[in-house]
């Protein structure tokens, strides 16, 4: 046991020294560089008024009334991002004083940045063992670890993770998974239980708005286990009771940001669009378009919907009872799908389905699905068809790189033309990043707490493998604890010095002149240029296409909303 214990965590651990030798240490994302300045703002100025991290002095930006940034972004990730910056500026100041040339050349910023890019693969590489784990739950080892690395490879799961590493997904996924598997623990708990799920929920939803979705599958699950007598009707009370105190501290936080109680997230919905076919189809960055494999997960959707009807004529057997849990995970998925067509663009500036990262834990178990009770011959060709699906997600991301994806919709390459554009891609996930010398000075501690979680694997798997579900929920129960305890205490923190120092730094700062040229904007125009940006990428993409009739009706919903 010992032995194959240790085989395993020698290839996971050059697996991640490998991904350590190749992340992009910039700290860069689309939503760069908010997220650095939320980070650097509370660490530097003890607040989360970013405006100085942003802009210069007498520049012209859009304040809000409070004459903070009227940023919708979540900021709650600093909690866990902070730890990161502060290590950076650790090591930069140890290095200047020992005098390490490969650091002090290097420079401050970027080995903050480096800092801050290695937390993104590690949450990344634990939410795909924890995704292994929820799997294995259900599926055996070997189609878990396939389904895992399938939808690692073949969705920009691996493009978030490796080079767009400046965003909050990688947390995401690993809240999503125990969020889930919480919740699917829950059945026959008392009030504590359920109350730990509402506070830990709202730390998913603080580090990720669109946690919101996972109550289109929350809900009716704890209304079927209501139903079936399996849990109290209190249990949702405590769990909403649970959801208050942090939601409490996030619209105060808010409210001194914008200066009024406001939502940035709810701004980029837009009732008179509708995008779902262009949103999944379209060549510009749909889902489906970007990451075929996910017609193989919708395939296990189906097929375990097929099956979960036995459940309804007195077949309670345990993969009946899984594949009706299955088709409520992929009846969510599909809710949030429909509900994210309403929205000004469904670009965003990134490679395909970045949006639905945090579902990647219902994708694999959907995927893992196809292979249940099927023959041989369908297994070999669902490998087939899925390593093809994985060269197409990457040509697309290539492609994405190199903006050959805006140069395409014009035009028709074959596709060997097209693999021209894998020298972007390979350029960055096949070759070691800057300095070696620099990037071991700086990472050489973070890959000994990378050893560190890869030999805990087994303690991680306990939480999903343990027979006897009183044991198990008591394991995590504490680990949920844990990780909630350490977030709220943290993001409590953080408002506290928001609250005392928000105000008298940006005084400070008014005095000084910094917001001379700042233009300040009201409730109705915070997400404006958020909007309108995003209403310019679709623009482009309808007049590449041909269509002037939604060129000409997104234009005039620009206009409106510039004039407001």
Request: aromatic content about 16%.
């Amino acid at each position: 046991m010992e032995h194959k214990r240790g085989i395993i965590f020698t290839v996971l651990l050059v697996s991640f020294f490998y991904c350590f030798l190749v992340y992009e240490s910039n700290f860069h994302g689309p939503d760069e560089p908010i997220y650095f300045s939320y980070i650097a703002s509370i660490v530097e100025d003890g607040d989360l008024n970013v405006a100085n991290q942003m802009y210069r002095s007498g520049e012209r930006f859009a304040v809000s009334p409070a004459n903070n940034i009227p940023d919708f972004h979540n900021h709650a990730g600093v909690v866990l991002w902070a730890p990161f910056y502060l290590y950076g500026k650790l090591i930069y100041r140890t290095a200047a004083h020992l005098a390490l040339a490969p650091v002090t050349e290097a420079g401050f910023r970027e080995t903050v940045t480096c800092a801050l890019s290695f937390s993104t693969v590690l949450f990344g590489f634990i939410a795909l063992m924890l995704t292994f784990f929820f799997c294995r739950a259900f599926f055996s080892s070997r189609v878990s670890f396939f389904a895992t690395a399938v939808l690692f490879l073949g969705t920009p799961f691996f493009h978030t993770m490796l080079v767009d590493t400046g965003n909050p997904n990688m947390m995401g996924v690993v809240l999503s998974v125990l969020s889930l598997w919480y919740c699917l623990c829950l059945e026959g708990e008392r009030k504590l239980p359920w109350f730990l799920y509402g506070a830990f929920f709202s730390v998913c939803v603080a580090i990720k708005t669109e946690f919101w979705f996972q109550l289109l599958f929350i809900v009716p699950f704890f209304a079927w286990g209501i139903f079936l007598r399996k849990s109290s009707w209190r249990g949702p009370l405590y769990f909403i009771m649970g959801l208050i105190p942090l939601l409490a501290l996030g619209t105060l936080n808010n409210a001194i940001k914008y200066g009024t109680l406001h939502s940035g997230e709810a701004s980029l919905f837009n009732p008179k669009n509708f995008y779902f076919f262009e949103q999944n189809f379209s060549p510009y960055r749909g889902f489906f378009y970007t990451s075929p494999v996910f017609y193989l997960c919708i395939l296990g959707l189906v097929l375990a919907l097929i099956s979960a009807r036995r459940y309804f004529r007195g077949a309670p057997e345990k993969k009946i009872t899984d594949d009706l849990l299955f088709s409520m995970l992929g009846l969510y998925l599909c809710g949030k799908i429909f509900l994210l067509s309403f929205r000004y663009a469904w670009g965003g500036g990134t490679p395909g389905a970045r949006i639905l990262l945090t579902e990647f834990p219902v994708f694999v178990l959907l995927f893992a699905r196809v292979f249940r009770g099927q023959r041989l011959r369908f297994k070999v060709l669902i490998c087939a068809v899925s390593g093809l699906c994985i060269f197409w997600n990457w040509l697309v991301i290539a492609e994405y790189m190199s903006g050959a994806d805006i140069k395409n919709l014009g035009d028709v390459f074959s596709l060997p033309a097209r693999c021209a554009s894998f020298r972007h891609l390979f350029g960055l996930i096949f070759a070691v990043k800057g300095s070696l010398a620099f990037r071991l000075i700086c990472g050489a501690p973070l890959l000994a707490l990378a050893a560190a979680c890869i030999w805990r694997i087994p303690g991680f798997a306990a939480l999903f493998s343990v027979r006897d579900p009183q044991l198990r929920a008591r394991l995590l129960l504490r680990a949920t604890a844990t990780v909630t305890l350490v977030i709220s205490i943290g993001y409590a923190w953080i408002t506290g010095m928001n609250v005392v120092n928000n105000g008298r730094n940006t005084r400070e700062l008014k005095d000084r002149g910094f917001f001379r040229n700042a233009e300040v904007v009201t409730r109705s125009r915070f997400e404006r240029h958020e909007n309108a940006g995003s209403l310019e990428e679709i623009i482009v993409y309808y007049k590449l296409r041909g269509d002037q009739g939604k060129v000409s009706q997104l234009k005039k919903l620009k206009r409106q909303l510039e004039k407001r």
